[in-house]
């Protein structure tokens, strides 16, 4: 046998190269096949599954029609059952009481936990107010002077001359400071009209350091409100019928304030024990008999 190309006789390596580019190429077309076959096979099992979903889609649609129409009929009296919608129940799960309990407490846990500590929180305000020692002394500051009323000087100069009237081994004067100004608006927001109106109407605090707006807006009559101090103090230039003014005293010194702080106008007074919404005339006569003595010490150092 010959190579056409070369025009030679084959010999035995070339047959053996030809045989082996034979089983090559069936090797290569039978690879082929079988992947076309599993090609072939997988399209088909797609396409059975794309067929069994949408019967199914189609049978739900069906089934959701169906009951539609027969709800339809069953809300206009056409029929009185159906045989395709049924009411189902839930089966009732008894519980024992131990697990009734639990099932609560695991529902609820959240509003119980609030709960708890609103009641706690409630309770400790509680125990602070009913524990909490009063002050031996309240003093009613109704103006609006920040550098008077702020000052970590205020209270400890007014309790050198307090009593310990409540017993309790200390004294203490609290000084009640309610920053009453021109602005009306102010007023309401930071709460000084409610506190004008809770203190002014109870029997705590006898003794008050004011100024001009003091007298036009929340005294009017100090006639009727206040005590005449000329008749407790006819001798001390300080005194102007029922006001005790600090423009001349060394009150600014004793809270460690610029003097230029104490205004013309600023005064002490004492209110007139009467009959109040939240108080009687008895009540204000007790609170001011307990703080007359402390007043009087009080005038006396700035005299």
């Known amino acids: 046998m010959k190579d056409n190309q070369n025009n030679r006789p084959l010999?035995?390596?070339?047959?053996?190269?030809?045989i082996q580019k034979s089983v090559f190429q069936v090797n290569?077309?039978?690879?082929?096949?079988r992947q076309e076959e599993l090609e072939a096979k997988q399209a088909e099992l797609?396409?059975?599954?794309?067929?069994?979903?949408?019967?199914?889609?189609?049978?739900?649609?069906?089934?959701?029609?169906d009951?539609?129409?027969?709800?339809m009929r069953l809300k206009q009296g056409i029929i009185e059952e159906s045989e395709t919608i049924h009411e189902e129940k839930?089966?009732?799960?008894?519980?024992t009481f131990g697990k009734k309990i639990s099932n609560f407490f695991y529902h609820n846990k959240w509003w119980l936990g609030l709960a708890v500590f609103f009641v706690f929180l409630g309770s400790y305000l509680i125990y602070d107010i009913v524990t909490k020692p009063r002050p031996d002394m309240i003093i009613l500051m109704l103006c609006d002077n920040a550098a008077v009323g702020n000052s970590v000087y205020l209270e400890e100069y007014f309790s050198e001359f307090g009593e310990d009237s409540n017993k309790n081994g200390k004294t203490e004067v609290s000084v009640y400071y309610i920053p009453y100004g021109d602005d009306d608006y102010a007023n309401y927001q930071n709460g000084v009209t409610n506190k004008l109106t809770t203190y002014l109407n109870n029997d705590e605090g006898i003794m008050?350091?004011?100024?001009e707006k003091t007298?036009?807006?929340?005294?009017?009559?100090?006639?009727?409100?206040?005590?005449?101090?000329?008749?407790?103090?006819?001798?001390?230039?300080?005194?102007?019928?029922?006001?005790?003014y600090l423009k001349d005293t060394d009150f600014a010194e004793k809270l460690g304030i610029p003097k230029s702080y104490i205004t013309d106008d600023m005064f002490f007074a004492l209110?007139?024990?009467?009959?109040?919404?939240?108080?009687?005339?008895?009540?204000?006569?007790?609170?001011?008999?307990k703080d007359i003595a402390t007043f009087e010490r009080i005038i006396s150092d700035l005299t």
């Open 46 to 65: 797609e396409r059975q599954y794309a067929q069994r979903e949408k019967e199914k889609q189609e049978a739900y649609e069906k089934k959701l029609l």
């Open 215 to 244: 007298i036009t807006d929340l005294i009017v009559t100090p006639e009727e409100s206040l005590i005449d101090l000329s008749t407790l103090y006819p001798d001390n230039p300080h005194v102007q019928k029922y006001f005790f």
């Open 28 to 33: 290569k077309e039978m690879q082929q096949k």
């Open 271 to 289: 209110r007139k024990p009467k009959d109040l919404m939240d108080a009687s005339q008895a009540d204000m006569q007790k609170t001011y008999d």
């Open 67 to 71: 009951e539609k129409i027969e709800l």
């Open 90 to 95: 839930e089966e009732e799960i008894k519980l």
């Open 11 to 18: 010999t035995d390596d070339d047959e053996k190269l030809d």
């Open 208 to 211: 008050i350091i004011g100024n």
